[in-house]
């Protein structure tokens, strides 16, 4: 799905009616368990559950997913939140 066609309100909305996605930074807190993909992965789309040490996307919304550290140290971006 290509969204050149909207504009940045129109894509926010869009995106905060998959909520489980972990695209919406205030989704995810500390201690949530999460599926991620990690940059290693990204062309396999293998996902990786771990729990939420930090979050490292600064920004409200991210289209490819909230980029966290797991309490292992791995880092990549929320691909699913599993339970807050």
Do not use: C, P
Not at 53 to 81: P, W
Request: aromatic fraction near 4%.
């Amino acid at each position: 799905m290509l969204y050149s066609n909207f504009n940045k309100g129109d894509y926010n909305r869009m995106i905060t009616q998959n909520d489980n996605r972990g695209q919406i930074r205030s989704n995810i807190s500390i201690g949530t368990t999460v599926d991620v993909v990690l940059k290693k992965d990204q062309r396999t789309d293998t996902l990786t559950r771990g729990v939420v040490k930090r979050l490292l996307t600064n920004s409200a919304v991210h289209h490819r997913g909230i980029k966290v550290m797991l309490e292992d140290g791995q880092v990549g971006r929320v691909q699913a939140i599993i339970s807050k």
